[in-house]
């Protein structure tokens, strides 16, 4: 079974930077799509940014041109660059495989104001 294992969250003002990390085990991710996906307080689980298998990327309208998504294939890691952060990104964040049914367990981030 895929297992994923998300890094990088914390705490941080509005403005500033985080990068996530996604560490992936028993699958490539250069030959997979890789997401990041957040769920807000009381929120349901949305989807943030996806890097597709040849590396056609979707991002959620809310984070276009504030966040990049990439993969690195010598870590065999998906990331997540997160700049100007709102009070709004506030949420776990969590990476997934699509079609793996396999989800990392979070990494929590929070924008203060």
């Known amino acids: 079974q895929v297992q994923l294992v998300e890094s990088g969250g914390g705490l941080v003002q509005a403005g500033g930077s985080l990068r996530l990390s996604c560490a992936a085990s028993r699958i490539t991710l250069m030959l997979s799509a890789a997401g990041w996906y957040r769920q807000a307080p009381g929120g349901q689980r949305e989807a943030v940014a996806i890097v597709y298998r040849y590396g056609s990327i979707q991002y959620a309208d809310a984070v276009k041109g504030r966040f990049t998504i990439s993969r690195d294939s010598s870590e065999n890691t998906v990331d997540l660059q997160m700049n100007s952060l709102k009070p709004e990104d506030t949420a776990v964040y969590y990476c997934?495989?699509?079609?793996?049914?396999?989800w990392g367990k979070g990494t929590r981030v929070t924008v203060s104001s």
């Open positions: 997934t495989v699509p079609g793996t049914g396999s």
